[in-house]
């Protein structure tokens, strides 16, 4: 009876050097028998500890990782497999094989020199894809994911030892001692899971949810207070758990309503998506981005794909209507600083803050967070108001102006 277990290993890692501190983020192995039958499976995500790196190949992203086990969390359970088998093989093995050398190597475990089958040697150096077609190996997946790689490799190995029983001769493993480490059975962490998380509602999300019960509205400076707090805490687009629980208490004590910070929220993001458009371009960074706050800020892909069409229409209307007109009045270099909800409509939707902001720094004015000595314009949607800006700007003769009025000065016609 044939007892050799082949285990077919496959890494994807931060760089391609473990020697300048690249490490491995994941991990896939396949344990077979020489005849091709698979016998275990093992994946994994790896926290590096580190910067994830360029992600160009693998796709994965720092997020995907922060719950991952550490290499340490999962050394003693890759080295029990590893040492339930005669046979160690791989694509470009030694550079796999580098890899595990060195992250041992770290937890003062040194991996002891083996024979490994190596199927881009075996096939002339090919890529893992060049070698699949030539043996009629159909790649039914993506690419560049330790798992996925591992079963085309072991489906290699499968096809070459029908061909050469012998090669289990030259590569098998015989009077090593490998290292004992104690698996701990650490509980993997694949992409399927990081996806599955991501999918879910943020933590601190599920926790306000179910604390809230008043509806009552909040005074604005709260509401603002809050926005200035998410603004600060998603500076590094994570939320952490001593910042999620800032946010819990935060919303408790300013006495927030769902509604308050649902409406929050999607005035965050939209101020983004605006930023973004403001060239009149939505790179692929900014739209990770946006992907990124969406979801910590519990908004899926739909409701920001929303924000950004309604955004961009508004914008590229605004644009071709001001470039057009010849009637507005020069307020270029003017200071102007908006208050309160504004009447104007722009392809019959209202017209933001954050829009309407964009557009008069494309008039050519400079925009204003707060009334001044120094301001020229406060934009208003009635100039009766009482807000504690238009009162100030009283007080400094300030010239207050309806929207109704401003836009057609600023050259920009709206609905």
Same mark, same amino acid.
């Given at each position: 009876?044939?007892?050799?277990?082949?285990?077919?290993?496959?890494?994807?890692?931060?760089?391609?050097?473990?020697?300048?501190?690249?490490?491995?983020?994941?991990?896939?192995?396949?344990?077979?028998?020489?005849?091709?039958?698979?016998?275990?499976?093992?994946?994994?995500?790896?926290?590096?500890?580190?910067?994830?790196?360029?992600?160009?190949?693998?796709?994965?992203?720092?997020?995907?990782?922060?719950?991952?086990?550490?290499?340490?969390?999962?050394?003693?359970?890759?080295?029990?497999?590893?040492?339930?088998?005669?046979?160690?093989?791989?694509?470009?093995?030694?550079?796999?094989?580098?890899?595990?050398?060195?992250?041992?190597?770290?937890?003062?475990?040194?991996?002891?020199?083996?024979?490994?089958?190596?199927?881009?040697?075996?096939?002339?150096?090919?890529?893992?894809?060049?070698?699949?077609?030539?043996?009629?190996?159909?790649?039914?997946?993506?690419?560049?994911?330790?798992?996925?790689?591992?079963?085309?490799?072991?489906?290699? !190995? &499968?096809? @070459? =030892?029908?061909? #050469?029983?012998?090669?289990? /001769?030259?590569?098998?493993? %015989?009077?090593?001692?490998?290292? $004992?480490?104690?698996?701990?059975?650490?509980?993997?962490?694949?992409?399927?899971?990081?996806?599955?998380?991501?999918?879910?509602?943020?933590?601190?999300?599920?926790?306000?949810?179910?604390?809230?019960?008043?509806?009552?509205?909040?005074?604005?400076?709260?509401?603002?207070?809050?926005?200035?707090?998410?603004?600060?805490?998603?500076?590094?687009?994570?939320?952490?758990?001593?910042?999620?629980?800032?946010?819990?208490?935060?919303?408790?004590?300013?006495?927030?309503?769902?509604?308050?910070?649902?409406?929050?929220?999607?005035?965050?993001?939209?101020?983004?998506?605006?930023?973004?458009?403001?060239?009149?371009?939505?790179?692929?960074?900014?739209?990770?981005?946006?992907?990124? !706050? &969406?979801? @910590? =800020?519990?908004? #899926?892909?739909?409701?920001? /794909?929303?924000?950004?069409? %309604?955004?961009?229409?508004?914008? $590229?209307?605004?644009?071709?209507?001001?470039?057009?007109?010849?009637?507005?009045?020069?307020?270029?270099?003017?200071?102007?600083?908006?208050?309160?909800?504004?009447?104007?409509?722009?392809?019959?939707?209202?017209?933001?803050?954050?829009?309407?902001?964009?557009?008069?720094?494309?008039?050519?004015?400079?925009?204003?967070?707060?009334?001044?000595?120094?301001?020229?314009?406060?934009?208003?949607?009635?100039?009766?108001?009482?807000?504690?800006?238009?009162?100030?700007?009283?007080?400094?003769?300030?010239?207050?102006?309806?929207?109704?009025?401003?836009?057609?000065?600023?050259?920009?016609?709206?609905?």
């Amino acid at each position: 009876m044939n007892l050799d277990r082949i285990a077919v290993i496959d890494v994807e890692t931060t760089g391609l050097s473990p020697w300048r501190h690249d490490r491995i983020v994941e991990i896939g192995i396949v344990v077979m028998d020489t005849a091709g039958s698979i016998e275990l499976e093992y994946e994994t995500l790896v926290n590096p500890l580190r910067d994830i790196g360029p992600s160009g190949i693998h796709r994965i992203s720092s997020e995907e990782v922060l719950k991952a086990p550490s290499f340490a969390d999962v050394a003693g359970d890759v080295l029990e497999i590893l040492t339930g088998c005669s046979i160690v093989a791989g694509h470009n093995v030694s550079f796999d094989r580098n890899f595990l050398i060195k992250e041992y190597d770290r937890l003062g475990v040194i991996l002891p020199e083996t024979p490994t089958l190596c199927t881009c040697r075996l096939q002339g150096r090919s890529s893992l894809e060049s070698c699949c077609r030539d043996l009629g190996i159909a790649i039914d997946g993506l690419p560049h994911r330790a798992l996925f790689d591992a079963q085309l490799t072991a489906r290699i !190995v &499968a096809s @070459l =030892l029908s061909e #050469d029983s012998a090669l289990t /001769d030259t590569y098998r493993i %015989s009077n090593i001692t490998w290292p $004992s480490i104690t698996p701990l059975r650490t509980p993997c962490f694949t992409r399927s899971h990081a996806a599955k998380l991501q999918a879910e509602p943020p933590r601190f999300l599920q926790r306000i949810g179910s604390r809230i019960r008043h509806d009552v509205d909040a005074v604005d400076a709260n509401v603002l207070a809050y926005m200035v707090l998410i603004d600060r805490i998603l500076e590094d687009r994570v939320i952490d758990q001593d910042e999620e629980n800032v946010l819990v208490d935060a919303i408790s004590n300013w006495g927030l309503s769902n509604a308050q910070l649902a409406a929050a929220h999607t005035n965050y993001l939209q101020k983004l998506a605006v930023a973004a458009l403001a060239d009149g371009f939505v790179s692929d960074t900014e739209r990770r981005d946006l992907h990124l !706050v &969406a979801r @910590l =800020l519990g908004r #899926d892909q739909e409701s920001l /794909d929303v924000i950004l069409e %309604s955004a961009a229409n508004q914008l $590229s209307a605004a644009k071709l209507v001001t470039t057009s007109s010849s009637k507005g009045t020069d307020l270029r270099g003017k200071s102007v600083c908006f208050t309160g909800q504004l009447d104007a409509t722009l392809r019959g939707q209202p017209i933001s803050r954050d829009i309407a902001e964009t557009l008069a720094e494309k008039a050519g004015l400079t925009i204003a967070s707060g009334v001044t000595k120094k301001l020229d314009l406060l934009v208003v949607a009635d100039p009766n108001t009482q807000s504690g800006k238009a009162k100030k700007a009283r007080e400094y003769g300030t010239r207050i102006l309806a929207d109704a009025v401003f836009w057609p000065m600023a050259g920009i016609a709206v609905d």
